[in-house]
């Protein structure tokens, strides 16, 4: 067991690292996020009440639209260069590792977007219930995403240009996730209860966060083949 | 007990037969030359032998571990090195080969690293990211490995020798042979002329169509 702890902290802490020395691509999803959102305002119109009304959508789906640009890479370097072989030859279980790899790659982008929320939460006008709402489905529903979106990406590794195959295969999965968190933060802006919401949206990340991992491992196996 | 054994393995790849039946069994301090022509299945063949393909019969025993159901316990046993390298190109010879040993569940003794890549003619070079070596700079770290782990009672070699010099084939060679001499058993393809002062032993696979 501590051997495995190793194990998963050296993929980990590696994770990190490689994202780190991408800096600048690391950043395209985020500006992505950033642009369309700023791109509501301008099409929609300054009138507070209007972006007010939309605020929750505007930034879920590009929340959900950025994440998926970067998913992509997720496990395709290591596939490319043969890393991945070696991290499938381990005594390390492989379903734990590709947690572990979600995990590194869902700090690496979604702890950037939250900490640009407040920022964005301003600039659409939302209140401070709305922000709160947003703030908590973000964290309850990015997870989801990321570990749906390692499977689709897991699935299609052997595909040359799958970026717009897994956003298809992908994009109605989250229909779900998009309900229930706009349906929060409209709550919150009625200053309604949202605890509902809230509940379902985990509900779906723990009965994915049980599944997940191995659906990602068993298709990593088979994209290898 | 033979430290792999291969029973009735057969590969089909789009609607071809790679090859059927296969029973192959290595011995400790035993070297396997698997040899064929292009698209006879060596590489498919290896990949099956360390489990990272799965035969469409048969099975695979390394250590009595089965390498499909039991990586964990059989991934320890063994050192594979694929026609992928295993760097990641943005982390430098030593940041690679001690991620390696961490997945390994080994110390990752930089200084014992920094020792092999002497060895390997990789002096100076430790620190650089593995995209500005040459080929041959980065097979060789890839191969650094088989300096790492000792406990390995098998090496699955394919074409380890490709993009190399002289000097290193030389080398591995040697290392070869030790690790034969310590009981070791190695399998492996080579297009090359592969110069072991050990018996060794001939598989060959034909082109089946």
């Known amino acids: 067991m501590a051997q495995t702890r190793l194990q998963l902290k050296a993929v980990f802490t590696r994770d990190i690292s490689l994202a780190y020395r991408q800096r600048a691509e690391l950043m395209q999803p985020l500006m992505f996020f950033l642009m369309v959102v700023t791109l509501f305002p301008l099409a929609i119109g300054p009138n507070p009440q209007t972006l007010q009304l939309v605020s929750g959508a505007i930034i879920w789906v590009a929340a959900i639209l950025s994440l998926l640009m970067g998913m992509d890479r997720l496990f395709r370097d290591d596939f490319l260069d043969g890393s991945l072989e070696q991290i499938t030859l381990t005594s390390a279980p492989l379903y734990l590792v590709v947690l572990v790899k979600v995990f590194a790659h869902w700090i690496v982008h979604i702890v950037p977007l939250l900490l640009l929320s407040p920022l964005l939460a301003l600039f659409l006008n939302m209140t401070t219930d709305m922000y709160w709402g947003l703030l908590l489905t973000l964290l309850l529903g990015t997870p989801t995403i990321s570990l749906i979106g390692a499977i689709g990406v897991a699935l299609t590794l052997g595909l040359q240009r799958s970026g717009v195959l897994v956003s298809l295969l992908l994009i109605p999965l989250f229909i779900p996730l998009l309900i229930f968190a706009t349906s929060a933060i409209d709550s919150a802006s009625m200053n309604l209860p949202f605890t509902f919401q809230l509940g379902i949206m985990a509900g779906i990340f723990l009965l994915v966060l049980a599944g997940a991992p191995m659906v990602i491992a068993f298709s990593l196996k088979v994209s290898q083949q | ?209």
């Open chain 2, 1 to 209: 007990m033979p430290v792999l054994q291969a029973t009735q393995l057969s590969c089909e790849k789009q609607d071809r037969t790679l090859f059927q039946s296969i029973n192959l069994s290595i011995e400790s301090g035993e070297l396997v030359l698997l040899k064929g022509e292009n698209g006879a299945g060596k590489t498919s063949l290896l990949r099956i032998l360390v489990g990272l393909s799965q035969p469409q019969a048969g099975s695979v025993l390394i250590n009595n571990y089965c390498v499909l159901n039991e990586i964990d316990y059989a991934a320890p046993e063994f050192i594979y090195c694929g026609h992928k390298l295993g760097n990641n190109n943005l982390l430098t010879a030593t940041e690679n080969l001690v991620f390696w040993c961490q997945l390994q569940g080994m110390p990752a003794d930089k200084e014992k690293i920094a020792n092999v890549l002497l060895e390997l003619g990789l002096a100076g070079l430790e620190d650089i990211p593995a995209k500005n070596l040459s080929a041959g700079q980065q097979r060789r770290v890839s191969l650094a490995r088989l300096w790492l782990k000792p406990e390995a009672k098998l090496w699955v070699l394919d074409e380890p020798f490709t993009a190399l010099d002289v000097n290193t084939v030389k080398q591995i060679e040697e290392k070869i042979e030790y690790f034969l001499d310590r009981q070791g058993a190695v399998i492996m393809t080579s297009h090359q002329l592969v110069s072991v002062n050990r018996p060794s032993r001939v598989f060959e696979l034909e082109y089946a169509w």
